[in-house]
């Protein structure tokens, strides 16, 4: 009997592990990276969106904006949370992350150009999300698992807010409709880039899709993601900019060009539009803080909590 | 880690009367005041709870997890324990 006979049991009887369950190193190692890198993607996530807080056209785009940003914070929060039954510790993520050690979603070193932008990520980059996030929600790993169903469910308030903003400025003069279309040109490449390398180049899917922490590949989340935004482009009276898209009868899916992976290759290296700048107000964001965490915990101390 | 930094909290909702507190996920906080406070924000942002609590990580006793056929398996041979151990004919109504 191999010393992990009950977790391979439990994996092939489509079971959740649990932390505190025997499992292979590998497998909570790839758990600790795979939570971390995703909670550190909502908490830089909250950056090219709270840019447009102090500048959202009305007190209820204010507000929504407000909310959904605060939403990312908490999603962060549930997977750090994650992160920690695995015996990661919360403030050495962070270190990880301000160090360049630890990597979040490319999607977020690109930078949010006009109030249009925060529609487009709303419907499309939140869209990739949940399209990512809806099969993790049955992720191997049980405390992920969970967080994946809270996420999921505010995701959807997340998309729809995007779409109706983006109908709304459809609406309006033809420099929003104008606005709409270049948030769109410059968002749905990055978009598809979301779902990783394709799936020939991803060496980690294979051994991810055999302990169930993955259900789909890359290329296939990719694909129906390309087939549920279309209809919703069409709704929207926007184009989407790759000529080679189109329908397949024969495959019951829509062909579409590839994204330029050497330019995913060097923003994940760093050398996005944006990488230093969300590095930078996350570090200062920690240094600022760090008065207040202190000043918390010496009060905490003499208090007889 | 650090002298400042804060402990870890188990936060309980209880999503509306009449139903038990059920493990939500966990947070944290430099005291119980605080570690309340935040699990309001992060936990029920959209109505989903009637009351919180909030327990240091470190007071939960649990039970061994290598030791669980020990611990678990003698309530395993007591089948006299469930109502279908017993046979009763069909025509005897409401039992």
Known sequence: MSAFAEFEAAIARDQRIEPADEMPEGYRKTMIRQIAQHAHSEIIGMQPEGDWITRAPT???????????????????????????LGADRGDLTRRLIEGRQKYSSIFNYPTRSFADVGVIGWLVDGAAICNQVPLCRSSYGPYARAMIRICKEESFHQRQGYELLMTMMRGTAEQQAMVQDAVDRWWW????MF???DAESPNTAQSM?????RH??????QRFVD????????LG????????RWNADRGHHDFGQP????????????????????????????????????AAAHAAKGTS | MTSHEWPLFEVFVRAKRGLNHVHVGSLRAADHEMALHHARDLYTRRNEGVSIWVVRSDAVVASDPAAKESFFEPSGDKVYRHPTHYAIPDSVPHI
């Open chain 1, 228 to 235: 549920m935004s279309v209809p919703q482009a069409a709704a």
């Open chain 1, 59 to 85: 007190l209820r785009r204010k507000a929504i904006l407000l909310a959904k940003v605060q939403d990312e914070a908490g999603h962060g929060l549930y997977l750090y949370s994650a992160a920690e039954t």
């Open chain 1, 238 to 245: 926007v184009t989407l900019p790759d000529p080679d898209l």
């Open chain 1, 217 to 222: 590949t890359n290329d296939e989340l990719r």
């Open chain 1, 260 to 295: 330029d992976w050497a330019e995913l290759k060097r923003v994940i290296t760093g050398g996005g539009p944006m990488n230093e700048e969300r590095i930078r107000r996350r570090r200062e964001a920690d240094s600022d803080g760090a008065w207040v965490r202190e000043a």
């Open chain 1, 196 to 198: 990783g390398p394709p």
């Open chain 1, 210 to 214: 055999a302990w169930k922490i993955k």
């Open chain 1, 190 to 193: 990055p978009s598809l880039m």
